[in-house]
């Protein structure tokens, strides 16, 4: 047959990705076979700039990976020439080459997209279900494409996030087996444009993860203060309030002065006595002395 | 919420559901159904509830699409012989392959060394208790020896096998002991050298001894028997009684040699 949908997806990142994220795209690379792959854009350019990239390369959508940070990773899903867009914080990102993954599919074969109703129920989520349908499934007759339809990409809407699985499908009884990657989306913001315009949707679940650092560094600090509150009203418990007792005045009726002694003053510096080391010797000596008289005598 | 309606309304695009290969249904009905019971909220901590869910409700849209796919003639199946490149390359399956092979390996070895542990137990367990019973059963023979031997009891039923109801035989004999005991020759010696105790003065005369005369044999003391077979008058006396001296005794003693 022929290929009439013509859909190719940039798939490219900024610089300062780590190995997971680099993983993470080439997976997504071999499991798309209508992508395209770019060199790593610098992050003092501005987002359109993509735009004009993608235009070169004769993409009309792309996946765009930001890292910040060194931690965090953002996604931005967007249709290029007018939108829109939708940018993504990415969490739990595991890989294709990861062992618990047992799975396996062709490369290039058309996947089957599974959503959640939860999906047409809001408008926001109608618009991201277009969007991945139209990024995320491969082309009828695409060149690189295999016929068959052997692996099928999920996504979930569980705790106000968007969670993406890859299973093979062994058997036409539909038993599964994971092949990866695994990735959860956590949506922001929704725009008109591609990479820019105004802003459609903005979630209010998203908290951002300097936010989520902060809270959890403050509630840390806030546990800390408390003990030191607590231990500083102890200790005043401790102390106790003074009881005031009053004056007593019978207590003075028994009370004797001492008597005066006249104030001798010394003029003359007392004789020091002799240093004696060992006071028992002086004796000892004179009753020796004794001794020897007594014997010459007797 | 407008914008976004317009924002999908141009988007959208018109193609054949083959084209896309969307499906949007909610988990397959779990037959070990707690889930059907408990809210359709499934806790997000729960690792294991949450991946199951994934699981089914990719097994829900497979379950849907496969037939449609079937009907369009897409082909589903991978023909035995088509090889072509897979998105894993085959090292890497080999490598999953080895380390699941290593983890059940390691886990039938724990089981095996769990399971030879508790063996080795219960054996000592086992040789203890019969090691014990042993002891037991030569006790009690030695003892039904021993009472057998004092005269106590005067059946020999410890010969014959378990004695289940030794204590109520026991008190049966009580009335009917009789005193055997050893010989007249053997308490004698015993008497004279076993059981320690008064080995001094066994050689002694004690009060009995000296008052016991029935050894004594009045012919032969007064010599009036019939002097070992009858000689005559003279020297039957002296003759009688008479022993060699020493030197006919030593002389003799040598000429035997």
């Known amino acids: ?298 | 919420k407008d914008g976004l309606k317009q924002c999908l309304a141009e988007f959208r695009q018109q193609l054949a559901w083959v084209e896309r290969l969307d499906v949007t249904l909610g988990p397959v009905a779990d037959p070990v159904s707690q889930s059907a019971s408990t809210s359709d909220a499934v806790d997000p901590e729960n690792d294991f509830q949450r991946e199951m869910s994934f699981y089914r409700q990719a097994q829900a849209a497979v379950l849907e699409a496969l037939p449609r796919l079937r009907k369009l003639q897409v082909p589903t199946r991978r023909p035995d012989d088509y090889f072509a490149e897979m998105a894993k390359s085959d090292q890497q399956m080999q490598k999953i392959r080895q380390k699941l092979k290593s983890k059940q390996e390691a886990m039938e070895r724990s089981e095996k060394a769990k399971q030879l542990r508790a063996m080795r137990k219960y054996g000592k367990k086992v040789q203890v208790e019969v090691l014990q019973r042993r002891q037991k059963e030569k006790k009690n023979m030695l003892n039904a020896v021993k009472k057998y031997q004092k005269g106590l009891s005067d059946k020999l039923d410890f010969l014959d096998e378990e004695q289940t109801s030794s204590q109520g035989n026991k008190k049966g004999n009580a009335s009917q002991r009789t005193k055997k005991g050893p010989n007249a020759k053997r308490r004698y010696k015993n008497q004279k050298f076993g059981f320690g105790g008064k080995k001094k003065g066994s050689k002694w005369n004690t009060k009995e001894s000296y008052n016991d005369v029935s050894s004594f044999q009045s012919k032969v003391a007064h010599n009036k028997g019939p002097g070992k077979g009858g000689r005559g008058g003279k020297g039957g006396k002296k003759a009688l009684n008479k022993r060699p001296g020493k030197r006919a005794r030593q002389k003799m003693k040598n000429r035997a040699r």
């Open chain 1, 1 to 298: 047959g022929k290929w009439k949908n013509k859909e190719r997806v940039l798939i490219f990142s900024s610089r300062g990705i780590n190995f997971r994220t680099r993983h993470l795209m080439q997976d997504l690379r071999t499991l798309m076979p209508h992508s395209k792959a770019d060199t790593k854009m610098d992050r003092k350019d501005q987002l359109f700039v993509i735009n004009e990239v993608c235009e070169m390369k004769n993409c009309n959508k792309c996946i765009f990976f930001e890292a910040k940070k060194k931690q965090d990773l953002y996604m931005w899903l967007s249709n290029t020439p007018q939108g829109p867009s939708a940018k993504f914080l990415v969490q739990n990102v595991h890989t294709l080459a990861e062992l618990k993954m047992t799975g396996n599919c062709l490369r290039g074969s058309r996947p089957l997209l599974s959503f959640d109703p939860i999906f047409d129920r809001e408008p926001h989520y109608a618009l991201l279900k277009e969007l991945f349908i139209q990024i995320f499934g491969t082309p009828q007759y695409h060149p690189k494409s295999q016929p068959f339809v052997d692996h099928v990409f999920t996504f979930t809407i569980t705790d106000e996030r968007i969670w993406f699985r890859n299973y093979q499908i062994i058997e036409e009884d539909a038993s599964l087996v994971e092949i990866g990657p695994r990735f959860v989306l956590n949506l922001i913001k929704i725009f008109q444009g591609s990479f820019g315009g105004p802003t459609l949707y903005e979630n209010p679940h998203y908290q951002s993860p300097n936010m989520h650092r902060r809270l959890v560094r403050l509630s840390v600090a806030a546990k800390f203060r408390e003990k030191q509150q607590v231990k500083e009203v102890q200790k005043i418990k401790k102390k106790g309030t003074k009881v005031l007792v009053e004056e007593d005045p019978t207590e003075v009726v028994f009370e004797t002065p001492a008597e005066e002694k006249p104030v001798e003053i010394q003029l003359v510096k007392p004789e020091s006595k002799p240093i004696v080391k060992d006071k028992k010797k002086l004796r000892k000596i004179q009753r020796k002395k004794q001794k020897k008289l007594f014997r010459t005598e007797g």
